[in-house]
């Protein structure tokens, strides 16, 4: 499954699938990205980041990929498990000490 | 275990009364957060604070306070002049806010009910 940027901003996908979820960030001098994991009425917790001399980055069954040439990032499950449901932001940073959240996509793993 | 601690969890206020969110770290971690989080919006920076004893504005500021006087604390107060407090507050730390590229950590998040 795969969402596409703010416009969708639910995702529903069947266990054991690959899920893609996007990120339409806004400011070309951003330099460094984060995805995160929120759970209901938990905090978020870092997933994987990227810097932007960067294309692609691997986790632990996540990969991040960076476009900057039209300002795209995505989040790339591998293997979607229930315990993946939850609501993924992504977050630019420049300057340093700041960061921009997108809205999130809600994720939905289906036993 | 290092992590970041807020309190209360959960908030119920009433209107007119000031109330203050409690933040703790013991990440030794120099910059501090605070954001919040409505449904359907991304979390939008309400202070930060880089180092003791200094704190900047960040996009929504009006209606709220912050101290800093410890380098593990950073309280936030959701004054009676906040028009619409109900929220998800999150607090935040990283371990520099010049350097750039520094993950942040955050709280499990309070949440403030104003009946």
């Known amino acids: 499954g795969e969402s596409v940027g703010l416009h969708l901003p639910t995702l529903s996908v069947q266990e054991g699938d690959n899920s893609i979820i996007n990120c339409a960030y806004s400011?070309?001098?951003?330099?460094?990205f984060i995805w995160y994991k929120q759970e209901s009425g938990k905090g978020p917790q870092f997933i994987i980041d990227?810097?932007?001399?960067?294309d692609k980055r691997q986790g632990q069954r996540v990969t991040v990929l960076l476009n900057k040439t039209v300002k795209h990032l995505s989040l790339q499950i591998a293997a979607t498990q229930p315990g993946d449901s939850a609501v993924y932001f992504c977050?630019?940073?420049?300057?340093?000490?700041?960061?921009?959240f997108g809205t999130g996509t809600s994720l939905t793993v289906i036993p | 275990d290092g992590g970041i601690t807020q309190s209360p969890k959960y908030l119920f206020r009433k209107e007119g009364q000031n109330v203050t969110l409690s933040c703790e770290q013991n990440l030794n971690h120099d910059a501090m957060y605070w954001y919040r989080q409505d449904p359907g919006q991304g979390l939008r920076l309400i202070y930060y604070s880089q180092i003791v004893n200094d704190f900047q504005k960040g996009d929504i500021a009006e209606g709220y306070s912050v101290s800093r006087e410890k380098k593990e604390s950073f309280p936030l107060t959701v004054t009676s002049a906040q028009k619409n407090p109900t929220a998800f507050y999150l607090c935040a730390s990283s371990i520099s806010s010049h350097s750039g590229a520094n993950v942040l950590t955050f709280g499990a998040g309070s949440r403030l009910t104003v009946l």
């Open positions: 400011n070309s001098a951003s330099d460094y």
């Open positions: 977050a630019e940073n420049w300057a340093g000490n700041q960061f921009y």
């Open positions: 990227i810097r932007s001399n960067m």
